[in-house]
């Protein structure tokens, strides 16, 4: 049976899952007081086995050994669930326009300080940095939603965001995507192309999770394409998990 969540469902299932994190930062951020996000569990013989969360038509899944996966699917059909992210591991069977998988990686490096100068810059910058970097695996969603989500965020210290500039020019940022007390999820790596293979986005990246980490959460990032996860790799990160995310 799939329920509208409970706080219990959370306290049951806890986990520093990067798929756990996904939903409960979204749970912790938003509530249930909001028409574009809602919160669901999956009960089976009166127990907590999976947990599901939309913002707008986006759905993300913290599923486990116990979820009934066809039921799952069936009710992501009739939610009219857009897209769908979930661990890889888990065989969702449902029809897809596109699918996209690629690893979810967990900082494992030192401690690290950088020797360039790192600010915090505006969201609206950050936004037209990210817009140079668009790409088939990368969409930049609309401004305004954009802007309205990670203020709130911001607002609640659910959300970090740092930035290196090139003269007066933020040439790239790196952000939180999802926080809880446990853990996080970066993102929204961006470089601009005119300042690319200057190491910026690693010394942000590893600047960001070692920050993270200090405070005794884990680190994750996900990652759709080989280069990206070499990338990680290379930035102190390793292989965690594997993600799939459906576009329907």
Not at 63 to 92: C, H, I, P, R, W
Request: include cysteine.
């Amino acid at each position: 049976m799939i329920r509208p969540v409970s706080p219990s469902d959370f306290e049951k299932l806890h986990s520093p899952d990067p798929f756990y994190t996904r939903v409960l930062s979204l749970y912790e951020s938003y509530g249930t007081g909001y028409d574009f996000v809602a919160f669901w569990a999956q009960e089976n013989d009166e127990e907590a086995v999976a947990l599901i969360s939309r913002f707008e038509d986006k759905f993300s899944l913290y599923l486990t050994d116990q979820s009934v996966l066809e039921e799952v699917a069936a009710f992501l059909v009739f939610q009219g669930a857009g897209a769908v992210m979930f661990d890889g591991k888990y065989d969702l069977k449902i029809s897809a326009k596109n699918v996209v998988s690629g690893e979810v990686l967990r900082y494992g490096g030192e401690d690290y300080i950088s020797d360039i100068e790192i600010y915090e810059p505006d969201f609206s910058t950050v936004y037209d940095l990210l817009l140079t970097c668009e790409s088939d695996i990368f969409r930049v969603p609309p401004k305004l939603s954009f802007l309205s989500d990670v203020t709130h965020r911001k607002n609640l210290g659910k959300c970090a965001v740092i930035g290196a500039s090139v003269g007066d020019v933020l040439a790239s940022s790196v952000m939180t995507v999802s926080e809880t007390g446990y853990a996080a999820i970066i993102g929204a790596v961006a470089t601009h192309p005119n300042y690319r293979k200057r190491g910026l986005s690693r010394e942000l990246v590893r600047t960001l999770s070692s920050r993270i980490r200090t405070q005794g959460r884990a680190v994750y990032v996900f990652s759709a394409s080989p280069q990206n996860t070499l990338f990680y790799q290379n930035s102190g990160f390793e292989i965690a998990a594997a993600f799939t995310e459906y576009f329907l």
